[in-house]
């Protein structure tokens, strides 16, 4: 296909409705999963049921091999990927930064810091006019909390979005000639299922009255700004970000 699209953590979630949103827009869509095959493989169904072209590859995004071995994998069923959403994060139980050890901090940023880079690092090699490849887009998934920096909850997990924030500046300045944009995203409050996996499901509702808006957000809002990123409409933005958090 023309253009191809590597989501990343794109069985729920914001990854899920890029997913949906991308494939509406032409593009064949890989959604990438760790584990949830079901969810992956409900999403991909949904796409192709609807007249578009998606697959479901398992990658566990903290390990480079399987970060290699998913871009092989594109290449094969879809073809060169020309967007990359480097949306797969993690986070884990509420706590105090005296109370965490050196395995979660691995943990976090293995996924969150080291999986985003090398991810970029494939796409990179598959998009850039220095190695033959036609360009492309690349969006990483960030958060307000790598400014706010969700001190009693997730420090780590912030810290880990300040880096991908840092990544995003320079790749985008690495890669401008070369055909390639890198831009980020910061969403706020979202439903999504992450707050769960911290201890809270129901964060968003607790903390909404606090926003400007007085809302939480929805992962198809988020998506929105994600496929404006990549679309031809923002062909001379790179190393910038879109907030999706209600004014937070």
Not at 200 to 210: A, C, I, L
Not at 223 to 237: F, K, V
């Amino acid at each position: 296909m023309e253009n191809v699209i590597v989501i990343t953590g794109g069985s729920r979630g914001i990854g899920a409705a890029t997913a949906y949103l991308a494939a509406e827009r032409g593009y064949g869509v890989c959604v990438n999963y760790r584990q949830n095959h079901k969810a992956a493989n409900a999403v991909v169904d949904k796409i192709n049921q609807q007249g578009g072209q998606a697959v479901a590859i398992a990658a566990d995004i903290s390990i480079e091999t399987d970060i290699i071995v998913l871009f092989n994998a594109v290449d094969q069923q879809l073809g060169p990927v020309t967007a990359l959403v480097n949306n797969a994060g993690i986070l884990e139980q509420q706590t105090r930064v005296e109370s965490l050890d050196a395995a979660r901090l691995n943990r976090v940023f293995a996924t969150n810091i080291t999986g985003a880079f090398l991810c970029a690092r494939e796409a990179v090699k598959r998009m850039s006019t220095q190695h033959g490849g036609p360009g492309g887009a690349i969006v990483n998934v960030s958060s307000v909390a790598a400014r706010l920096g969700a001190p009693g909850e997730y420090v780590d997990y912030a810290a880990s979005k300040a880096a991908l924030d840092a990544m995003t500046l320079g790749l985008a300045k690495e890669v401008a000639e070369e055909g390639i944009r890198v831009n980020g995203v910061r969403p706020g409050f979202i439903y999504t299922d992450i707050h769960a996996d911290g201890g809270e499901p129901n964060r968003v509702d607790r903390v909404k009255e606090f926003l400007p808006m007085k809302r939480g957000g929805h992962p198809m809002e988020v998506a929105q700004a994600i496929l404006w990123l990549l679309s031809s409409e923002a062909s001379y933005t790179t190393g910038t970000f879109i907030e999706v958090a209600g004014g937070r």
